[in-house]
């Protein structure tokens, strides 16, 4: 069934599965969602959810209800779209993205720590955390089994690096060792980018306008990143590549 | 934190000429009674810092808090101008920390699942010859020169205060029960003042940061004699960890080792 991943700053909370038709958020106890926070109100939002399709719904809230920047009063859900409550952040992921039931919790680990050996030693386990929340790709059945044994394989097997290309940091490089790298300025742009089996992906998580790839803004979908790719996120110009 | 972690040993590059290359070796792992694992661990490579959290609390809150934990000063660190003095890193990391707390303080009462989460938390930072040290509850920092092991961080616990004021020692101390009453802790309460630490580290010396899930199960001397086989810091720490377990596990148990290079 399609989920919501709670998050703040970037930083993973909770699940929430979306197994009820109508889903209630808001300040108020009575709330499926209940965020305890000034900025939202007694009763905020409603999800309505129909087989795979999930419709979003501002209450008349005080501050709003606002899906990856653009305030709305109903909205279909677009797989990956962000619902901003104040400082929190519902991240809406379909079912059929879901490619294994990890909490999290391990997210966050993962996040967290950064892998100390060379990319084919890290293990499955790690790998496939990876894969929830960013993947934005549809898998068949079959296709699942398939990503499973893919992702036992371990991460890219090169080292994607990001340069800093302007700014008071140009020339700076940043390793992306870690299954999530979060880039950008929090409250103003951020994007992560993920480290996968098959290489890395960028994804815009936060801000009313979105990054840039080449020149062209990225939606909020996941995008892959190719060798030489420029990134251009909060301001600061860097470029992609693998070692 | 579930999942298998890579192992290795991560050798860091001198930032500054003349300072030390450190060796970095880690473990953490559930232990012997516990369901999941609720500490974080973070070994930041390039910058000279690693950071263990142990959470506490509420169903998986113990998970968030300790994980908001090492992210978040990660995430500070990571921003820090290298190399930092070390008065402005001292200030940083005090500033972080009682941040990090607000932090997890208001998700906790604004998420309901996540109610009462809490964490300790405790940072090392190698600039020079000196590490930093910052620490909010009982997860430790100890250096082994010689042989000789010290205890580089005071716990915030109910049982160290009773020690300090003279009303029991040391050795009834390690066999009373409840150890794990902490005075300090992040999330607990609106604010909280981390206590921070300037210590010599030389080349030859060995760091160790460790959650009480290894002190409550392994005594001091064993964990002097583990660090001074001469093994390397990853095989150190998995020793540690092995006897924890051994000894009985009742606890997730984690281990970062850091080894001054000569």
């Given at each position: 069934m399609p989920k919501l991943i709670l998050s703040m700053d970037g930083l993973v909370l909770k699940e929430i599965a979306l197994d009820k038709e109508r889903l209630t958020i808001g300040r108020k106890p009575h709330n499926d969602i209940q965020i305890d926070n000034l900025a939202i109100s007694g009763e905020h939002a409603v999800i309505t959810t129909l087989l795979n399709d999930a419709f979003l719904e501002d209450r008349n809230s005080t501050n709003g209800t606002y899906v990856n920047g653009q305030p709305v009063k109903k909205?279909?859900?677009q797989p990956n779209d962000v619902i901003e409550l104040g400082k929190y952040r519902l991240r809406f992921i379909p079912e059929?993205?879901?490619?294994?039931?990890?909490?999290?919790?391990?997210?966050?680990?993962?996040q967290a720590l950064k892998p100390l050996v060379t990319p084919a030693e890290v293990d499955m386990g790690a790998a496939m955390s990876r894969s929830v929340g960013s993947n934005t790709q549809i898998l068949s059945p079959d296709m699942k089994a398939s990503v499973v044994s893919l992702t036992g394989q371990g991460v890219s097997s090169q080292l994607g690096v990001v340069q800093i290309l302007s700014g008071t940091n140009a020339g700076r490089e940043l390793e992306l060792s870690k299954s999530l790298t979060t880039l950008g300025k929090p409250g103003k742009q951020v994007a992560v980018i993920t480290r996968r089996p098959h290489g890395y992906y960028i994804t815009h998580v936060e801000g009313a306008t979105f990054p840039l790839l080449n020149g062209k803004e990225i939606d909020a979908q996941a995008h892959?990143?190719?060798?030489?790719?420029?990134?251009?996120?909060?301001?600061v110009k860097m470029e992609f590549f693998l070692r | 934190m579930a999942g298998v972690l890579p192992d290795g040993v991560s050798k860091v590059e001198p930032l500054v000429p003349g300072s030390?290359?450190?060796?970095?070796g880690h473990c953490s792992d559930v232990g012997r009674v516990r369901v999941r694992n609720e500490d974080a661990l973070h070994i930041d490579a390039q910058g000279h810092f690693v950071a263990l959290a142990d959470g506490m609390g509420g169903y998986r809150g113990g998970d968030v808090a300790a994980g908001l934990a090492v992210a978040l000063v990660d995430r500070a660190l990571d921003q820090m101008e290298e190399p930092g003095s070390l008065e402005a890193t001292a200030r940083l990391l005090m500033f972080t920390i009682m941040d990090i707390n607000r932090q997890i303080y208001s998700t906790g009462r604004e998420i309901p699942s996540l109610s009462g989460m809490g964490s300790t938390l405790v940072v090392a930072v190698f600039i020079g010859d000196k590490v930093l040290s910052a620490h909010v509850g009982d997860s430790r920092l100890y250096r082994l020169r010689e042989g000789?092991?010290?205890q580089l961080t005071r716990d915030h616990t109910m049982l160290q205060e009773q020690v300090d004021a003279g009303l029991i020692d040391v050795e009834e101390a390690r066999h009373m029960s409840y150890r794990g009453l902490l005075t300090r802790g992040l999330g607990v309460g609106e604010e909280v003042m981390p206590d921070l630490g300037c210590h010599e580290a030389l080349p030859g010396d060995l760091f160790l940061l460790c959650s009480d899930g290894l002190t409550d199960m392994v005594g001091d001397e064993m964990i002097a004699r583990l660090m001074g086989s001469g093994e390397g810091v990853q095989a150190i720490a998995?020793?540690?960890?092995?006897?924890?377990?051994?000894?009985?596990?009742r606890d997730n148990v984690s281990a970062i080792v850091a080894r001054l290079v000569v």
């Open positions: 909205h279909v859900l059929e993205v879901q490619s294994s039931g990890l909490a999290p919790s391990e997210m966050i680990d993962t892959r990143l190719n060798e030489h790719d420029v990134i251009d996120i909060a301001g | 030390p290359a450190i060796d970095f000789v092991l010290e998995e020793a540690l960890v092995a006897e924890a377990n051994r000894c009985g596990g």
